[in-house]
RNA sequence: GGCCCGUUCGUCUAGGGGUUAGGACGCCAGGUUUUCAUCCUGGUAGCACGGGUUCGAAUCCCGUACGGGCUACCA
């Protein structure tokens, strides 16, 4: 283990989208090429915004798409615990710290004396005022009051907060992996609440304290964290742990597919695809559609988001997880927003779909059989798979347009047996089928042979016969060779839809006639 | 409003002083196929704008526009 140890940290809100899924996995990524540790932590440090199941969700999602956090709260490890809610007796010590040496105070404001302070400088034309250099004297705090006044309050178990005092007139900067050199003046910066009235610590607080316990060697984030990153960086410093300050990288946000703004959660129903990994149901009942559900591939999920605000710098797009990591590198990381493209991600289902193994595919499917009410082996299924396959961009492809292997079709193509269909030929189909059935070994090949030696013998052309023998098999014009779906399906079954489908095409054909004599 | 980040075909992107600005998805056309799909070939389309620096700018600098993020006792 090298000592590259990179941490997803997401809040258990919700379900984890897609955009949340790529930071874990760029974590994920650059941890296994340095055969570092990719660590999972839970950031629960807001209860009123904690979601029952949201952890094991994300859990569930990393397993599921093949990056498994090494560490986390269900994998375990040297660092724990891995949610913050269960170390909140650590940060006190570290708080307490910044209150000694100067760096962070007691503020004993309500929410109302809050707002009065930003009402009140509102008027005097400040836009949106801050708590800090400028404002924290007129404030109810520790910097503000006597210090017997300060004693008292904390002594009369009062609600306090703590914040970060901040000096003003400092330019702050920071090297971002992906940005290079970010510059902020510490005047644009407030004086931070680290730890709230309810004893937890903010995401600020806690973020620190943990990534230097956790030895964390790079923080890879969302863009909405680069300006916060000043606020972190004075934090380190104020703890005099300078030296051990972590790369930062931050993230360009995945936009949506058209239109303005970021993805959203709601984007998935209104433009009609999963922007979640697997299916989630809301405690409002809403539920929301996964890529899992939709028949994607993990591999297929991963090499689309990997490819969404990254490239390797060559021209190769289809990469195994390994090859990823490999060529992963965070220099390689775009700067602005990409736009989720559902089409691009269909397209990777697909390549993957085509080069997956049949008896793979079988397993993936067989339960959706088994729902369908289907009952066949795993070597028809196998077979199935491998005919399908190069028609499929999802999973759920292999059933909805290969239906006729398990059941008779209930609609046919009617248009192409008007066009195709002669009633002359009527006898010819009929020897064909007749030809067909005593075939004693049933193979695509000497079916083949059958039929085209007919076809050639009695000069029909193959433009003729081939749709309706297709039609009359399997009721569409879309499928794969026409001789290997009749060996899978097996002779006495093909007979049967043939001879049963011969009869509908002549009243087809009739009524086309009948209809014509009318106009 | 302030601060910060960004902007190359419709989309994802390569390219970082001299390129016919490359690839992929999509779309279109052709080929292969009894069909559909796969596959193959070709086509379509782009450096946001304005200044500057330079012999030369997609590339460096400044400005503008546009987009995004932050501006909570949310993360």
Redesign the pocket.
Known sequence: MSDIRVRF???PTGPLNIGGIRTALYDYLLAKKHGGTFILRI?D??QK?FVEGAEDYVIDALHWLGIAPDEGPRAGGDYGPYRQSERKSTYGEYVQKLINSGHAYYAF???EE?EGMRTRLERQGI??A??DASTRMDMRNSLSLPESEVKELLDSNA?Y?VRLKVTPGETISFVDEI?DK????SD?L?DK?LL???G?P??HMANIVDDYLMKISHVIRG??????TPHHILLYRALGLEDHIPKFAHL??L?KPVG???LSKRDGAKFGFPVFPMEWNNPDGEVYEGFKEAGFLPEAIINFLA???W?P?T?Q?IFTNAGLAEAFSLK?V??????F?F??AK?FN??YI?HMNDAKLAELISQDVVDAGYDVSQEYLTKFCGLMK??AVTLKDFLSAGSFFFQKPEIIDEKTIRKKFKLENENHIQSIIETVFVIEDYTTQNIETAVKNYIGENELG??AI??IL?IGVSGT???????STMELIGKAEVDERLRSNLVRFKEIKLIQKENQADA
């Open positions: 940290a997401p809040s950031e440090t807001d915004r404001d309500s929410h809050l836009q949106r801050k708590y609600s907060t940005r970010v510059s902020f003046s644009e407030d609440i709230k009235t309810d937890m903010t995401y863009e909405e964290w680069l300006s916060s360009p946000l936009l303005k703004g970021k490819f969404l605000g490239n710098g021209e797009e390689q775009s700067k602005g927003g990409a736009r493209d089409d691009k397209w697909q390549q085509i190069e028609r193959f433009g081939l749709p297709r014009m879309k499928g794969p060779d026409l001789f």
